[in-house]
């Protein structure tokens, strides 16, 4: 789908969008609408008249289920998205023959790399005056610090001209000033840092509103650096991102809605919050040891009858909990790849993503489980993980009744629980008390192999297949079976 018009369409076709004609405000009103929807099942989201703002309509859960993202890329699994880069890259060339076999593959590459147009329709309209002041950000809780921008996608590159695309909450201050709320552990700020050490001065930065779906999941999704995560928007998309050069040479999706077009003063900091954020709680400045750059926009773009998208965020299931989900699907080969013994991977949707994942593996020798739990929280988005459980590959890491089954059956506390304190963890968390330090829980619930045992051996009950075979009958009679 070559926009978010195109998408919106296209979900309207399907019986999932609502068109809301009354005018709301972005000020409490449309995040309050939108999580009801949400909580509701009810599809994505078009408010055709937004106070204070009749320059836009708004867009707002667009993430309306995975089966609908299915779809909307064209695949039948999520995975076949992360398993395209692996194939491409899978035994690179050696040799002169080897090279000259790869074309084929290097041809099939060519299809998903970004290519820069000369044109876009958010050139059309330009405001440099308060720039800010003309965006309809949401207020999404009452006790937050102000408004802010939930789904922007914050375009820059590094020094080594690594390009990124990635959603960071972006706090207003005025109409000309904003906070980005990127953590240290981030892209975003590790950039920053280098640009700092590099070059010092104004880091060129700019914010898209709105692209096609598959961008939009590109720009929240945890692209291992440093690989290029325009050229990963190709593998999520299905065929190569085009973008536009703005005259801070950032590069941009030319089918954005808008574009706000600024720089980050290396040496500007700033106090960020509160805001209520996806655990359900208001993460609150003076918790956190960490200020925050600060955004200096110089002018915005934006297409004729411009559609603002925002995503709400608070106690789940809530729009992220699909996104979450999609990004579980779409990296598990990539896991993988740098775990081979680990079959299926579950984040559930109340476990906020970060805060519990339950891990099933193909267990070969004692302390396996262990062993996967260690490497686990030092690969990349996974190390923020608070609480990692490991089963073996017989339990269904979807299953929760079969999971807590194989911690009742197969868990010794003592042996098996390992607790990890002073680690790195999301400063979001509203457990910790001096984030973004914590503690960390993993549970080792595979099957224990004798030599964990000291030696026992536990029979497991298992079902006479000749007693069975009698009752096939007899089950069909009055089961249906």
Not at 32 to 46: D, E, I, N, P, T
Not at 79 to 99: A, C, T, V
Not at 278 to 286: E, M, R, S, T
Request: hydrophobic fraction near 40%.
């Amino acid at each position: 789908m070559k926009d978010m018009r195109e998408y919106l369409s296209w979900l309207e076709k399907r019986g999932e969008l609502i068109r809301v004609e009354e005018e709301l405000s972005p000020e409490l009103e449309i995040p309050a609408f939108l999580r009801r929807v949400m909580y509701s099942k009810a599809g994505a989201v078009l408010f055709e008249r937004v106070k204070g703002y009749p320059e836009w309509r708004i867009a707002g859960n667009l993430f309306t289920g995975v089966e609908t993202l299915k779809d909307a890329l064209g695949v039948e699994r999520l995975e076949e998205i992360g398993e395209r880069p692996l194939k491409l890259f899978e035994g690179l060339p050696l040799g002169f023959s080897d090279k000259l076999s790869s074309l084929g593959r290097l041809k099939e590459m060519s299809a998903y790399l970004p290519k820069v147009v000369r044109k876009a329709e958010f050139t059309k309209n330009v405001i440099e005056d308060n720039p800010l002041d003309f965006i309809p950000a949401f207020k999404t809780w009452p006790r937050d610090a102000g408004r802010y921008l939930t789904y922007p996608l914050v375009c820059f590159s590094d020094p080594k001209e690594v390009n990124s695309i990635s959603v960071y909450r972006v706090m207003l201050l005025d109409g000309e000033r904003a906070v980005l709320h990127w953590q240290i552990h981030k892209r975003g700020s590790q950039a920053w840092r280098d640009y700092i050490e590099k070059n010092g001065g104004k880091m060129p930065v700019a914010i898209a509103i709105g692209s096609d779906i598959g961008t939009l999941l590109t720009a929240v999704s945890p692209v291992p650096y440093p690989l290029d995560k325009l050229l990963f928007a190709g593998f999520v998309r299905g065929k190569g991102l085009e973008l536009y050069r703005l005259p801070n040479g950032v590069l941009v999706p030319a089918n954005a809605e808008a574009v706000i077009e600024g720089y980050v003063d290396v040496k500007e900091l700033h106090e960020e919050g509160p805001f209520g954020d996806h655990f359900g709680f208001y993460d609150k400045p003076a918790e956190r040891n960490e200020l925050y750059p600060v955004f200096h926009a110089e002018r915005v773009y934006y297409r004729d009858d411009p559609i603002y998208y925002g995503s709400v965020v608070g106690k789940p299931p809530l729009e992220d909990a699909v996104i979450g989900k999609a990004i579980e699907r779409i990296f598990l080969p990539m896991m993988k790849m740098i775990l081979p013994e680990v079959v299926d991977v579950n984040f559930p949707e109340y476990g906020v993503f970060q805060g519990i994942a339950i891990v099933s593996i193909k267990k070969r020798y004692p302390g396996h489980g262990k062993k996967v739990l260690n490497a686990l929280w030092g690969t990349g988005q996974a190390a923020l993980t608070k609480v990692i459980v490991v089963v073996s590959e017989d339990i269904n890491p979807h299953d929760i009744n079969q999971v807590i089954w194989a911690i009742a059956s197969f868990v010794d506390p003592q042996r098996d629980v390992l607790v990890i304190p002073n680690a790195h963890t999301d400063a979001l968390d509203p457990a910790v008390p001096n984030p973004p330090l914590g503690s960390k829980l993993g549970i080792d619930a595979t099957r224990k192999l004798p030599e964990e045992m000291n030696g026992r051996v536990v029979e497991e009950v298992e079902e006479d297949p000749q007693v069975l075979k009698r009752l096939e009958g007899l089950f069909k009679k009055y089961l249906g079976e």
